[in-house]
């Protein structure tokens, strides 16, 4: 490979080209020849060399083939379009013509070098067999109708003709004056472009010609360099003058000779021959080459990029040795010296990827690398990321490096879990904790469960935060739970890791854990938490703990789930706190909650209250009488009374419903003689049929209740008519010695009980009323009722 080094060995400024020696066969040639001239084609090369071989190459420098042309130098070659034909001249005056895949062949020896040749671009068309050869003079070959050469001679007089470019149309050649064009059509000559500088030896610093398009000719010459159009003339200014004319339209001067030239794009690329003093021998040598690029304008140029070429043996060569050949469809381009031949290349994305890399620029590397991801070929996106990680850790930039794994890593589990185990060898989990996945592409629980631990040890707000954050699904919740759990052993009052703590059983839906933690940390994601999940069975004992930490909001959640904790079971809980009772009663006034109003004052024992606001608030009177009716107190009647006692739908209510709860002569006495009341007789009639069906059902439990004590008579005196068993293991319960006798001999005497107690007639005392009636001392003791003994055993 070539070296090429730029002006400053520490500038950051990208280089616009890479350079590679073309070797294989171009090696094995030039270890024994001298590299002469070169042709370029898009699909092969043609390599002259001083001992008259011509070479054809493949584009990695490999031999395809090999004509002796001559014994001595190969002064050019020359291919048309299509690449069939080819013309080559030689220094002994030998011009040869001919097809590559054709028997076609003119083949002429001139008494003089013929230093150039080139041939009609589209010369594989009968009708443009053409070519030019040039020594002394410009001659034009053209093919007859009988087959046979026709000369003319183009131009001559001005010197050897040294160089030469065919582009459609149009010839452009140099001789020791200048530079010509011709119109091969018209076969009229367009232009001279006068030599700059005519001290130099043309033969030493030749002229560089080059087409950029099938207008614009390039011309290189010593240090000048001039970019020509070719313009049409109109019409009206011709008279005798040539049908085009020739506009310069850019001119500049180089610091160096030119070697060689050549357009990329809008640019130009600019083979130069250097020469510096030694430093040892303080004398001129030569120096290596430097291929510029360079922005032309019309009066000067700006230097893009300028590289030194390392070509072998260049402190031998001349200007003249050198030249600057060029593929226009591929912008590669050809260095070609007496002994190597170096191809430059555009350098292409992924060389700028490569530079970017070597100078660290891993941020850039890897935006360039996506931009262009369809169409680089070395690298990898991913392998670049890699890079880029590894860069950022080894500087310490450990957040960066953990942010940018998000990106880089992206789905691949197997890079997550290596990344993650580099960052804890160095203490780093921490970093990489914010960026781990979460939804897509999780990874192996113990990651998670590793980096909890990690924050476990030395950060309970971040393992906090991590838990707030981080699914419930991503780690085993239990080992989580169990480490929060001993660490909590050794801190229990620590209020972070008692929320976490609930935060974990909320995961694990263990929620009567979370919430007995919630409300003893009294937290505001308590009430949440019941609404959520629906826990009211679980705070009716926690009512009070609920009211002391937010009495408006647990007052609202218990008004709005009365269905699920009613209020009758609010107010039992807070009955000693009756503080908490007023609480909850002033919000209900406030929001005017009548019912539930009613219900806590009557509740709190204010049913008088209670039972004003049901009548004036709701003026409800059949609910004033069933309240009355539940709370069964004889001053709520009165007030009952007092106040219906001026309204006659309430007196007739009361008429309707009192008769069975308070005597309605109370209220019939009350009311005034001239008040009308609303269906008044059906009242009277109704508290008559109550009064009867009172009387009817009175008579009828007397007569069930006789009945039903007749029938458990009956059933005492059954049972008590059956017999007890006494046997060895029944005791006495007074001296508690075995009841009956260990001599079945002997006579004995035995009292015994309904209720299963025995006594020895002797341990057994006399009653002491004139009564013969025996009772056991055991059971009126203990006021289980009277027993009469049943039997009296003797033997």
């Known amino acids: 490979m070539a070296e090429a080094e730029e002006k400053e060995d520490d500038s950051e400024e990208e280089p616009k080209l890479k350079y590679e020696r073309l070797s294989n066969g171009v090696t094995e040639i030039l270890q024994k020849d001298v590299a002469s001239c070169m042709t370029v084609h898009e699909k092969f090369l043609a390599l002259g060399t001083h001992y008259g071989k011509v070479y054809l190459l493949d584009v990695q420098g490999n031999i395809t083939q090999k004509f002796d042309i001559s014994p001595v130098k190969i002064n050019q070659i020359s291919l048309d379009e299509s690449g069939e034909h080819m013309g080559v001249c030689s220094e002994d005056g030998k011009v040869q013509v001919f097809g590559l895949y054709t028997g076609e062949e003119f083949q002429e020896t001139f008494d003089c070098p013929i230093k150039i040749i080139a041939v009609h671009p589209q010369f594989v068309r009968s009708h443009c067999k053409q070519f030019v050869t040039g020594g002394n003079k410009l001659l034009l070959y053209e093919k007859t109708w009988m087959n046979r050469w026709k000369p003319s001679i183009l131009h001559e007089g001005e010197g050897n003709i040294r160089s030469v470019k065919w582009r459609g149309n149009l010839i452009a050649w140099a001789n020791n004056m200048g530079v010509k064009i011709l119109d091969v059509i018209a076969k009229q000559r367009i232009t001279n472009v006068p030599r700059d500088d005519i001290s130099l030896r043309p033969d030493m610093y030749p002229c560089s010609l080059c087409w950029k398009d099938n207008l614009t000719l390039i011309i290189g010459w010593g240090n000048s360099v001039k970019i020509c159009s070719v313009k049409e003339r109109h019409a009206s200014e011709m008279r005798d003058l040539p049908s085009r004319y020739v506009e310069i339209v850019s001119q500049f001067n180089t610091e160096f000779f030119i070697s060689g030239i050549a357009p990329l794009c809008d640019q130009l690329v600019i083979l130069s021959y250097v020469k510096e003093i030694s430093e040892k021998t303080e004398t001129e040598c030569c120096a290596r080459p430097r291929l510029d690029i360079i922005q032309p304008f019309p009066e000067s140029c700006e230097e893009i990029s300028s590289d030194a070429l390392t070509v072998r043996r260049f402190q031998e060569n001349e200007c003249r040795d050198y030249c600057l050949e060029y593929s226009e469809g591929e912008s590669l381009f050809y260095i070609i010296s007496p002994r190597d031949v170096v191809v430059a290349k555009e350098r292409d994305q992924d060389d700028h990827i490569e530079w970017l890399l070597e100078k660290k620029k891993y941020e850039e590397a890897l935006m360039a690398a996506e931009i262009s991801q369809k169409t680089i070929k070395k690298h990898k996106i991913q392998d670049i990321g890699l890079a880029y990680i590894n860069h950022l850790m080894e500087t310490g930039d450990y957040d960066l490096a953990a942010r940018k794994c998000q990106k880089i890593l992206g789905k691949n589990t197997d890079l997550w879990e290596f990344e993650v185990h580099r960052f804890k060898e160095i203490g780093q989990l921490k970093a990489i904790s914010r960026y781990l996945p979460r939804r897509d592409s999780v990874l192996k629980p113990f990651i998670y469960e590793m980096v909890l631990h990690e924050f476990l040890e030395s950060d309970y707000e971040g393992f906090a935060t ?140 204010n049913s008088r209250s209670a039972l004003k606001m049901i009548m004036e608030e709701l ?160 059971c009126s003791a203990k006021h289980r009722g009277p027993g009469s003994a049943i039997l009296e055993m003797k033997k």
Not at 675 to 685: A, C, G, Q, Y
Not at 686 to 698: A, C, F
Request: some cysteine.
């Open 466 to 605: 991590l838990i707030k954050e981080w699914p419930g699904n991503l780690y085993n919740n239990a080992i989580i739970v169990q480490a929060v759990v001993d660490h909590l052993k050794k801190d229990p009052q620590n209020r972070t890791l008692l929320k976490t703590l609930a935060e974990l059983y909320t995961y694990d839906q263990r929620y009567r854990k979370a919430l007995e933690i919630y409300l003893t940390l009294r937290h505001k994601d308590v009430f949440q938490l019941i609404h959520k999940h629906n826990l009211f069975s679980s705070i009716r004992d926690k009512i009070v703990l609920l009211m002391e930490f937010d009495s408006e909001k647990a007052v609202d959640m218990l008004l709005d789930n009365e269905d699920k904790i009613s209020i009758d079971k609010v107010v039992e809980e807070l009955n000693d706190r009756p503080e908490l009772q007023h609480v909850a009663l002033e919000i209900c006034q406030q929001r005017n909650f009548v019912e539930e109003t009613v219900y806590l004052l009557s509740r709190m024992g």
């Open 619 to 778: 003026n409800d009177v059949d609910k004033a009488i069933e309240f009355a009716k539940e709370q069964d107190d004889a001053e709520l009647w009165e007030d009952l009374i007092l106040y219906s006692i001026d309204k006659p739908p309430f007196i007739t209510g009361l008429l309707n419903n009192i008769g069975t709860h308070v005597d309605p002569i109370l209220l019939i006495h009350r009311i005034k003689e001239d008040m009308e009341i609303p269906n008044l007789r059906d009242s009277l009639v109704k508290i008559l049929q109550d009064y009867n069906l009172q009387i009817l059902l009175r008579e009828g439990c007397k007569k069930i209740l006789v009945a039903d004590s007749l029938s458990l008579l009956k059933k005492m005196h059954r049972t008590q008519m059956r017999g007890v068993l006494v046997d060895e293991e029944n005791i006495c319960e007074m001296c508690l010695a075995p009841i009956l006798p260990t001599d079945a001999s002997k006579s004995f005497s035995i009292t015994v009980f309904h209720c299963r107690h025995m006594f020895h007639k002797e341990c057994f005392p006399e009653p002491s009323t004139e009564s013969s009636i025996h009772f056991c001392n055991i």
